[in-house]
């Protein structure tokens, strides 16, 4: 090709990107503003959908703490040891599987229980020990479930146990401790809450199950229920 020939068609090629290259860069920024509006949408939707799930749990947790409370003041069936046993530590172990450690009231509603009868002296304490228990079975139940996610029996027996192993041990240190019962006096009530413990146990695995098979759950992200 003659040199005239070749400075032509590279002077045509240097006009062609000159006028090719506005165009060019009004689609990438074109490109760039749209994959900035889809991420930000995508990022409010699931803020939205992150604000929609915390204040559904929040009103879930204000149900479970009055039907905690509820059910450990009027829900009693009589214990064979002569006295009554509740389904408080069922709901609360429910409440720590369906809600977690933070949001689930177990604390609340057994302290609230504890005060509207008379037993003023043990707020505190059970305000601590109801809310371990719902600690205990939130975070060994998931850690279990995490390992076998196809078996979730298992978990909730063993975070179930747990939760109220702490149960007894608690009340039995804070009547020795801190209600000024010596340590064979606390022991007497060590029985009536192995039993509370066990009823607790039972009921609460066999309600989870059937509200695992149930669409109730579905509504929002729950912590540990397989």
Same mark, same amino acid.
């Given at each position: 090709?003659?040199?005239? %020939? @070749? ?7 240097? &006009? #062609?990107?000159? %006028?090719?290259?506005?165009?060019? %860069? ?20 699931? %803020? ?10 929040? *009103?879930?947790? /204000? ?13 009693? &069936? ?5 006295? =009554? ?8 172990? &429910? !409440? ?22 008379? =037993? ?13 228990? !719902? ?6 139940? @998931? /850690? ?10 298992? /978990? ?14 608690? =009340?039995? #240190? =804070?009547? !020795?401790?801190? #209600? ?22 039972? *009921? ?23």
């Amino acid at each position: 090709m003659p040199a005239d %020939e @070749r400075k032509l068609v590279s002077s045509i090629r240097r &006009i #062609l990107v000159l %006028e090719l290259s506005p165009a060019r %860069e009004y689609n990438n920024v074109k490109q760039i503003k749209a994959k900035s509006l889809k991420r930000r949408t995508t990022m409010d939707i699931k %803020e939205k959908s992150t604000s929609k799930d915390k204040l559904l749990k929040i *009103c879930v947790t /204000a149900m479970f703490a009055a039907l905690i409370c509820v059910a450990t003041m009027l829900i009693q &069936i009589p214990s064979p040891l002569n006295g =009554y046993v509740n389904f408080g530590d069922c709901f609360i172990l &429910i !409440a720590a599987w369906v809600l977690g450690p933070v949001y689930a009231a177990g604390g609340i509603g057994s302290a609230l229980a504890d005060l509207f009868t008379g =037993y003023v002296h043990y707020v505190p304490g059970t305000f601590v020990i109801k809310g371990l228990i !719902a600690v205990a079975a939130a975070l060994i139940c @998931r /850690a279990m479930l995490k390992k076998m996610p196809k078996v979730s029996v298992p /978990a909730y027996i063993v975070s179930a146990l747990a939760g109220e192993i702490i149960m007894v041990g608690g =009340y039995y #240190l =804070y009547a !020795a401790l801190l #209600l000024g019962k010596s340590f064979a006096g606390a022991a007497a009530s060590v029985p009536g809450n192995l039993v509370q413990g066990a009823f607790g146990l039972v *009921c609460g695995v066999v309600i989870i199950k059937i509200i695992a098979k149930t669409r109730v759950l579905n509504k929002f992200s729950t912590y540990a229920v397989q």
